[in-house]
């Protein structure tokens, strides 16, 4: 299977909570190549968290940056350079040990991981599919057509969309004028536990492995 990468319209989007929901679902492994900022914790360690399942394996990241920044500032800070190098050669040993391997990326697209290259690059590199993930806000149509837009450019392989938040019922004109399809919508909650987490798993399995 080819690694799914979990990418949204922007951050504080939800991003971590739909890679435990697929993670769960497929019984995958997880991994988080550059962390930025874990003064309240890592995403790999809430995911470790939040699953229930047995089979899945939370990977080390390659880049664990103290500042909540885009990944360039972060890693400057510590006056480091993130090398798309080095995050591919960690990935094909790991590809070799998970055959299902969720990957998360740090912001959007666009966000810059060093003075060169931005996630998208690295998405190219490990030619990953993408799961797109939008919260429905207001603007949220506007980021996410423009996501959409920066895959097709890119010719990015992009299997579908998760939804997240119930402002509003963006979903379907999204999905239409995006030319992308739907996996799921996250329901609301006020509490984010294994539960919850295995109960949204089990609502978008069927149609995540269809697509595939």
């Known amino acids: 299977m080819q690694p799914l990468f979990i990418t949204g319209i922007g951050t504080g989007i939800g991003k971590t ?3 435990a929901i697929v993670t769960e679902a497929l019984q995958a492994d997880y991994w988080k190549p550059v962390q930025a900022g874990f003064d309240d914790g ?3 360690l809430l995911i ?9 394996t939370i990977h080390p990241e390659v880049y664990k940056l103290k500042l909540a920044a885009s990944p360039h500032i972060a890693s400057r800070e510590e006056n ?3 090398n798309l190098y080095e995050i591919n050669e960690q990935y094909q ?3 070799t040990q998970s055959p299902k391997l969720v990957i998360e990326g740090a912001g959007g697209l666009l966000a810059p991981l060093n003075d060169k290259e931005f996630v998208i690059d690295l998405i190219k590199k490990i030619n990953a599919k993408v799961i797109l993930v939008s919260r429905n806000y207001l603007g949220s149509i506007n980021h996410s057509l423009l996501t959409a837009s920066v895959c097709k450019q890119y010719s990015i392989n992009v299997l579908g969309w998760i939804f997240n938040d119930q402002y ?3 979903e379907e004109e999204i999905v239409q004028w995006s030319g992308y399809k739907k996996i799921g919508s996250v329901s609301f909650t006020s509490k984010v536990d294994k539960t919850f987490i295995k109960e949204e798993a089990e609502k978008i399995s069927a149609l995540l492995r269809a697509a595939l």
Do not use: E, H, P
């Open 17 to 19: 909570i739909v890679a």
């Open 42 to 44: 890592t995403d790999a």
């Open 48 to 56: 470790k968290q939040l699953i229930s399942n047995t089979n899945s």
């Open 80 to 82: 480091l350079k993130i």
């Open 93 to 95: 040993k790991l590809k």
């Open 168 to 170: 509003m019922q963006y």
